[in-house]
């Protein structure tokens, strides 16, 4: 039922629209919210209490209380007096077993409150402790608020997005307007953000609402939340106009349906033209006025109380199945379905105390207020705390039943007390011990009250007690606006659509995403070895160093020497650390006197390159470092066929004497400018091609078709894995650890410890002399049985290391690994025992290469 | 972490555009002692107050700078090139 149209009337009549509401359609104007509408089609319980289970009713109306939250549309925990109705939505009961009215938990209220105190959790359900699965299930679909959709997927986008403002003004009632005009007035760029509970028409600013400033962080950093946009404001000046916070007064039955704020009511009536009950009683300094309206919305007035500092002392609300029906005042009962209450109103300091301004306590308003604003914030109105009425409630109205501190979690006078027997008697603490403030309204409704009581139950003053740390989020956010957009960033080569049209199954290696193998792994490693494979490889890190000091610089980075590394050549080197572990390896070719080409591994290339920046920025070498890992693709051709098929594609003289192992060429492939690498990470002769990206398919179309002949295979890391094992060939990451050093890896050969200097000498210098504490060998298992991968080494019943890399090798027919062991088993034969599904297996040491151990095939 | 660093070439960024890379400690000149080399490579001053640390402005213009920070207030003082000449 509506009033006769209001004055401040926010829905139109002429345009009416339909929800569902558990199922039922309720009839709405545009214009109302999901309250408002439920309101006039007659409910009056909206919810559910968190613990007991009590009927709840609309409260506040204006986004603070957690009496209306609904589901609507899935989305749980959604203030129904802020949300607009929409046509066809779905909104939901949350938090109740059966139906709002007939809700099955509510025995609780009932029955287990003399079980269920404060802080039951902490104490009860401890034994038996088998017995915990069963609690723990109970407990998990009893505590909460609202169900999520576990199998929801992504239904729209967040976004991020980052702004400016010269003037950011929070809030947009008439103080926050006044500054907005002002600031824009003089000329200066205004953003404006409001909750949508202010009416802001048209302005010469930005006007972001409905949108809810969730804090203010370090930096004056403000998020807004703006529905499906979070802009990250920076502001030259912040103006916190949030205003106040009507109070509620504590007493017995507080939380009846029917009980309201001053403001909830005059909401109902003024902006929805609703009646709020039909016979009231005010409970208010002030009260007077708030009878008025009422009146005027045809509400019979049952009696006023002036709330003061003596009186009344006794204040007793009693229901009919969670329903008002009557209020007791110092022994005087009137019957009514409405109890208005004021307890003064609390400026809503928040974010002020988030930015870095003192809270005090002002005894003469009986409020907080904020006070020694940080430079670039300042307060705007009433959040000041120096105006508007003020109220000297009593803590606690006595007198018989449920009297509620804190409506989001069911705190009640009672628990409170019990807190403060068990000796929770600072604030902050009982914060914690209650939950006090924790709830959806974060203190919004109970900060005041539970502070309030606490002085009046332990005497101490307010001011003494101080308050409890206003923290982010102000508003409630929903998680996905936090994660923003649904980002997985991959990196994919310029080859990527070819492997994919070969059906190519993909991995991650960092961000980028591989080839594992084009689905016989075994096949393309015979491939390699008896005729030509291909693999991209255009994932490895490429960094250029040019300049006068780039050999003196990498002379510095590595543990090789590069002084005596010819031009046209390459060499094998590994990076460390000052502390002498290993970081990266890659390839180090020299293209002239003064220009290095560095590979990295495929996930090292970013550290790698600013790495190099960083001891750059410290040396100030005469050397310049670029990334070209993004422009260039590169392939690797091996097999004992490469020579010919790479030989059709180029004039260059492929042949052995003329294109040496580990020599670096620049030729034309396939018409297509490469830097040519005649290196062998997979152990048969292969030539390693990096060529620029954009002609990426166009060179692996072309080695494809004029290798199907040669028999050609592409192959992947799967296969990659095995070949390189069968050499012995470490990977960085996989093989190492950060504990790795380049000695005990068994690469002493690199280490030029006779340098004048490089990162990572001295500590190579000192575990030269200390000896290895592990080595990284070889390993053939006797039975053939394939470890995993950090399987254990053990050694007279003990374990003595583990292994880093295992694979069955085809072409050896055995199972073959690498592993870190005790140094004094690092001989060739030694004899191990490495558990495999929980059994001992015996293998044996190898320390040269499985394969071709005298590099012959791959020098060929 | 929301506080604003100023890049010597881009100008004041959000500090999520930097990476921080640690105090600014001194390299030995020559052959430390492994006591050193220990303290060197491990032991960091982490003082509660104006410390001299790297960062590195990743998602910006890959520039590495020092800056000069008070880790109580995250108020960063100054930020500069780094003169390489001077011994570090």
């Not at chain 1, 969730?214 to 916190?240: Q, S």
Request: net charge neutral.
């Amino acid at each position: 039922m509506r009033l006769p149209p209001q004055p401040q009337e926010r829905v139109n009549r002429e345009r009416s629209l339909a929800f569902l509401f558990e199922g039922e359609p309720v009839q709405a104007f545009e214009g109302d919210t999901i309250a408002s509408a439920l309101f006039a089609s007659g409910r009056r319980i909206f919810s559910r209490s968190f613990k007991y289970h009590r009927p709840r009713g609309l409260l506040c109306c204006s986004g603070h209380c957690p009496n209306c939250l609904v589901e609507v549309d899935g989305v749980p925990t959604v203030r129904a007096c802020m949300e607009p109705a929409r046509q066809g939505a779905q909104v939901k009961a949350q938090n109740v077993l059966g139906s709002l009215d007939r809700d099955l938990m509510s025995v609780v209220d009932k029955i287990g409150g003399p079980f269920l105190p404060v802080g039951f959790y902490y104490r009860t359900m401890m034994r038996p402790r088998r017995a915990w699965p069963l609690y723990e299930r109970f407990l998990r679909s009893a505590a909460g608020l609202g169900r999520i959709d576990k199998h929801g997927k992504r239904t729209h986008r967040f976004d991020t997005e980052h702004r400016r403002a010269e003037v950011l003004v929070i809030g947009g009632g008439s103080s926050g307007l006044a500054a907005a005009h002002e600031a824009a007035d003089a000329g200066r760029q205004v953003v404006l953000v409001d909750d949508g509970l202010a009416e802001v028409g048209p302005a010469p600013f930005e006007v972001l609402s409905p949108a809810r400033a969730i804090g203010i962080y370090e930096g004056g950093l403000v998020p807004v939340d703006a529905g499906n946009v979070l802009y990250r404001f920076r502001a030259e000046r912040i103006v916190v106009a949030t205003g106040t916070i009507e109070q509620p007064l504590l007493f017995p039955g507080n939380d009846l349906v029917g009980v309201m704020l001053s403001g909830g009511a005059r909401r109902l009536i003024d902006r929805w033209s609703l009646r709020p009950g039909e016979r009231a009683v005010v409970l208010a300094a002030g009260g007077e006025a708030i009878a008025v309206d009422l009146r005027r919305a045809g509400t019979e007035i049952g009696r006023v109380f002036e709330i003061g500092d003596q009186a009344p002392k006794e204040i007793v609300a009693r229901g009919r199945k969670g329903r008002l029906s009557s209020v007791a005042v110092d022994g005087e009962k009137v019957e009514c379905d409405l109890l208005v209450m004021s307890g003064g109103r609390q400026p809503a300091y928040s974010l002020l105390a988030q930015a870095g301004a003192r809270i005090e306590y002002d005894p003469a308003r009986g409020i907080f207020v904020p006070r020694a604003l940080p430079a670039g914030v300042e307060a705007a109105g009433s959040v000041t705390g120096e105006r508007g009425p003020v109220v000297h409630p009593a803590p606690a109205y006595s007198g018989k039943g449920k009297c509620f501190v804190c409506i989001c979690e069911d705190v009640t006078r009672k628990d409170v007390q019990r807190a403060l027997a068990e000796g929770f008697d600072s604030i902050e603490l009982a914060k914690r011990y209650t939950a006090v403030t924790m709830g959806p309204c974060q203190g919004r409704l109970c900060h005041l009250p539970s502070i309030r009581l606490f002085a009046g139950e332990t005497g101490r003053g307010l001011g003494a007690l101080g308050t409890t740390t206003a923290r982010p989020p102000w508003a409630p956010v929903s998680l996905g606006l936090l994660a923003g957009r649904g980002h997985e960033p991959a990196r994919r080569t310029s080859i990527h659509h070819r492997h994919e049209e070969l059906g190519a199954r993909m991995m991650w290696t960092g961000d980028w995403r591989r080839v594992h193998s084009y689905g016989d792994p075994a096949a393309e490693v015979r491939a390699v070895h008896e005729a030509v494979g291909v693999i991209d490889v255009s994932t490895l890190g490429k960094l250029l160093v040019r300049g006068p000091d780039a050999v003196a610089f990498l002379e510095r980075l590595y543990p090789n020497r590069f002084a005596d590394l010819r031009v046209g050549r390459v060499r094998y080197g590994v990076l460390g650390t000052d502390a002498g572990r290993i970081m990266d390896d890659g390839t180090i070719g020299r293209l002239a006197e003064e220009e290095l080409y560095v590979t990295t591994t495929s996930t090292g290339a970013e550290v790698v390159f600013e790495w190099f920046q960083w001891w750059n920025a410290v040396w100030g070498f005469d050397v310049e470092v670029a990334n070209l890992t993004g422009a260039l693709a590169a392939v690797n051709v091996a097999g004992p066929r490469a020579r010919e098929l790479v030989g059709q594609l180029t004039s260059l003289d492929c042949s052995a004497e003329a294109f040496k192992y580990l020599d670096a060429k620049r030729a034309q492939v396939g018409g297509v400018p490469c830097l040519a690498l005649r290196i062998g990470f997979v152990g048969e002769l292969g030539y390693e091609l990096h060529f620029p990206s954009s002609y990426g398919e166009y060179l692996w179309d072309t080695l494809l078709e004029r290798g199907a002949d040669l028999g050609i295979r592409p192959f992947g890391l799967e296969a990659q894995r095995i070949l390189r094992l069968e050499k012995q060939h470490i990977i960085v990451g996989q093989d190492t650890d950060s504990e790795s050093n380049t000695l005990d890896a068994n690469m002493a050969w690199m280490v030029k410890l006779d340098k004048d200097d490089f990162v990572g000498k001295w500590a190579l210098e000192h575990m030269h002399e200390r000896g290895a504490r592990e080595r990284l060998v070889g390993f053939e298992m006797e039975n053939g049985a394939v470890p995993a991968e950090g399987g254990q080494i053990v050694v007279d019943g003990r374990p003595a290391g583990r292994v880093t890399s295992a694979r069955h090798s085809e072409a050896l027919g055995k199972a073959i690994g690498l592993a870190w062991v005790p140094p004094e088993l690092a001989e060739e034969g030694a004899r191990i025992q490495i558990r495999v599904d929980g059994r001992l297996e015996q293998a044996s040491v190898r320390l040269r290469p499985f394969y071709d151990p005298e590099g012959e095939r791959v020098r060929s | 972490m929301s506080f604003l660093l100023q890049c010597p070439r881009c100008g004041p960024r959000d500090v999520n555009e930097f990476v921080y890379a640690g105090e600014v400690s001194l390299r030995p000149k020559r052959s430390p002692t492994l006591e050193e080399l220990t303290a060197y490579v491990y032991l960091r001053r982490n003082v509660a107050g104006i410390q001299r640390e790297w960062w590195f402005h990743r998602f910006g213009c890959e520039l590495w700078f020092q800056a000069e920070r008070d880790t109580r207030t995250n108020e960063v003082l100054t930020t500069e090139l780094v003169d390489s000449n001077r011994q570090l």
